[in-house]
């Protein structure tokens, strides 16, 4: 591997800023060697973090903004504030521009994606944006997608959510052909609403040499594994994230109640901690952090705003992998085999305008 | 009290038919005295299960139905085979004319839900019926609707589901005034689909005095017990109790591995046995068995159809709570006062015809 990947990013995003962001990416550096760093935000307050990480600093090149956006901001008072000049703006318009492979932020989600939309553009055959999430399961690990960029959605948005998703399958999880499986539920007769259906029967005709179309899967066939990638419109995709995780944090609480309530199980608790931190190892939420955008003219990486440096370097290494394992040309190649089923897509109610 | 509550039980509904249904009702019986049963279907099957119950077969009055609806049967298909003779419809039929107040089935979910609409209709001012389902959440137990009758809806669907759903929460946890929430997704600036907003809008314009609006939630919120009462349509409601469920197998799954790895975490496990079954219990999905039909002239109860006679015992006693503490008469209470606002609904797409 010749080329370094190359990262902008938005280091005045999140909850903390530059003091989650570059210690993230020290740790994302000592994981990937192989990766220069472009930082853009307050150039003081990234020099000041970069002082106590010099082997970062040796592979970074800081890009100094004045404007930072904040979480609370609309996207159009974002745009309206820091078009062309905000971290954010700045670190995507380094992958417009060729100086970077791919754009990591923490900031909120509404105005990165207005800002990847308006800069990026989307590509061609897709006109809605989608965000992916990799989705830890019994069998390994998924990716399910959209989880909150468009509300809504005919029966060629999900079949290009499809194939999008399964060209992000075959990058991270290195697979020739993943499997995949429409988000629906198990109500007999109809099963469904009508453009899950029409998806269905359009991937079925499409039958595209880079994805196994494997039907239908409810929602409790996510966690179980049933197909490498989920598809699903952003609404109830969104929900089906969120759900998981609040499920996810109700039990861890019951189980820590329930393991402090006695001696006996308070020993049990010690004698049993390897296997407890191995549980929550597992269920860390930092360790699948890193929304990846999808459909547009380049990559872009949504990291949670309130995680912390282990947490952001996840976001890092998700990036990292889109670029060194050719996310947008194994999208493309699907694309421009059928981008003729897709080229005909509608344009209903967005949720990020 | 003291009148019985009179539950119709449709003996042959689910995986295992009389085996589960009788023994569930026994267990039923011992928790609550006040309750006579009507058995429907194989009268010779369901003799020889109550033989075994002598207390059950004392309460119970049996009537004979030659037809099964099967698990697999379409609704339409259900209803030709099955109308005025199958035990599903007789179960409900017994509600429509008096001779019980509750119908329990753990039959096919479309079937049941095609018969009870087309033989009790649906109330006045609401014209398609919802699912709900209680979910446990750390602060105790929520009641979210609609989990998969109806797919899509408008504002004023989703303001009946409101009002329904605060119904059964003020039934199930005697509650004055429960709070209710509109699951919804945290992409800034739209925040959710047109019919969300409007029915926000349309809640606190109502504002009525049997439930307490307050906004949105996210389903990490659903877990959290953020509201009494989760409202939703049906598609992403189904795919968010699916989801959960999914997700705590899950967790339950990687909890049993990481238990069975060391000497040291088998030690800790026998410790801590009582915690382990304590928290089982908690997340044991029998206890939360029971979908209540709403939108109907009558209570229609929905149990899995593999749950065992424990399961189907906690559906059962979700029927005679239903009953015992007024569900119908508190819709309608609310429904009165607010019944204008909801007259105009119009008629989207549903799962079950």
Known sequence: MPQKVRIALDAMGGDFGASVVIPGAALALMRHS??????????AQ???????????KAVSRVIHADIAISMDEKPSQALRRGRKSSSMWLAIDAVKHGEADVAVSAGNTGAL????????RMMPGIDRPAIAAVWPTVRGESVVLDVGASIGGDAHHLASLAIMGSAMARVLFDLERPTVGLLNIGVEEVKGVEEVRGAA???????PPQLDFIGFVEGDGIGKGAADVIVTEGFSGNIALKTAEGTARQIAEYLRSAMSRTWRSKLGYIFARGAFNALRDK???????GGVFLGLNG???KSHGGTDAEGFASAVEVGYDMVRYDLLPKINQTLNRDGHALSIVPNPQEAVS
Chains 1, 2 share one sequence.
Do not use: W, Y
């Open 46 to 56: 990234i020099n000041a973090q970069l002082d106590a990480h010099p082997a970062l």
């Open 299 to 301: 990559v872009v990486i």
């Open 201 to 207: 029967e359009l991937l079925r005709a499409m039958n």
């Open 113 to 120: 994606m207005a800002m990847a939309r308006l800069n990026l």
């Open 283 to 289: 269920m860390d939420p930092r360790k699948v952090n």
């Open 34 to 43: 192989d990766v220069e760093f472009l930082m853009v935000g307050d150039s």
